[in-house]
């Protein structure tokens, strides 16, 4: 099954940058699919973290951005934070799985 | 602000029906795609399908035998039916809302673990 790919963790010491890349094919970020992220704290829901063109919903604060280039996206957080430790997941459509939603493994963000 | 709250049985046998709600609050049911999504213990997000109100539905293509989603406008919930549960389907099961088909999906519920085990 087609799938993006995540890397398991990523880790950074307070206020550096780091960042999450989301490999896809392309049948889903290739085709030209928006890529959408969502963060999941310890213990809680996923929510929506940014959507495509960095749309961030109320409450999102800039540090966190997104890239995209062919099949590939990344999500940057700068100024990195206590509060950003999570498990994030990109989130695209593939046009193999009949426009289905598929997300990425998920990347565990660990503040040292 | 969309609240959702799902609910359902938190244990089932295997062989048995899932069959999970998800209660719409604060906006109508209409005009969004509603979608399921589960997350098995400890790893990540599997999609498992959507469907507007009106309109037909759309399935995982791993599941799509097994499940059947529905909207009842009426009572403002999405429903979830999932037939022939086995161990793999343990999981905590999320309702989440989204604007358009394409779009991210902007509501989330807190979900609700389902747990299949004889």
């Known amino acids: 099954q087609s799938g993006l790919t995540q890397p398991p963790s990523v880790s950074g010491a307070p206020g550096q940058t780091v960042t999450i890349s989301c490999s896809g094919t392309?049948?889903?970020?290739?085709?030209?699919?928006?890529v959408h992220w969502y963060q999941q704290l310890p213990g809680a829901a996923p929510k929506l973290l940014i959507s495509?063109?960095?749309n961030r919903p109320s409450g999102i604060p800039d540090r966190f951005s997104i890239s995209k280039s062919g099949a590939s996206a990344s999500l940057a957080i700068t100024g990195l934070q206590a509060e950003d430790e999570a498990d994030y997941y990109c989130?695209?459509?593939?046009?193999?799985?009949?426009?289905?939603?598929?997300f990425g493994g998920g990347t565990k963000v660990t503040v040292l | 602000q969309v609240r959702l709250q799902e609910s359902g049985p938190g244990l089932l046998k295997p062989s048995e029906t899932l069959s999970l709600t998800c209660n719409v609050s604060?906006?109508?049911?209409?005009?969004?795609?509603w979608n399921w999504i589960r997350q098995s213990p400890g790893k990540g997000l599997e999609w498992i399908g959507n469907?507007?109100?009106?309109?037909?539905?759309s399935y995982n293509p791993s599941l799509k035998s097994r499940v059947t989603i529905s909207v009842d406008r009426t009572k403002n919930h999405v429903s979830l039916t999932l037939t022939s549960v086995t161990a793999a389907d343990t999981a905590i099961y999320y309702c989440?809302?989204?604007?358009?088909?394409?779009?991210?999906?902007?509501?989330w519920g807190q979900g609700t673990l389902v747990t299949v085990s004889s």
């Open positions: 989440a809302g989204a604007q358009g088909k394409w779009r991210p999906l902007d509501y």
């Open positions: 604060g906006d109508s049911i209409s005009g969004y795609y």
């Open positions: 469907m507007l109100h009106g309109e037909s539905s």
């Open positions: 392309s049948s889903n970020i290739g085709a030209g699919y928006a």
């Open positions: 495509d063109n960095n």
């Open positions: 989130q695209c459509h593939d046009n193999r799985l009949s426009g289905s939603r598929v």
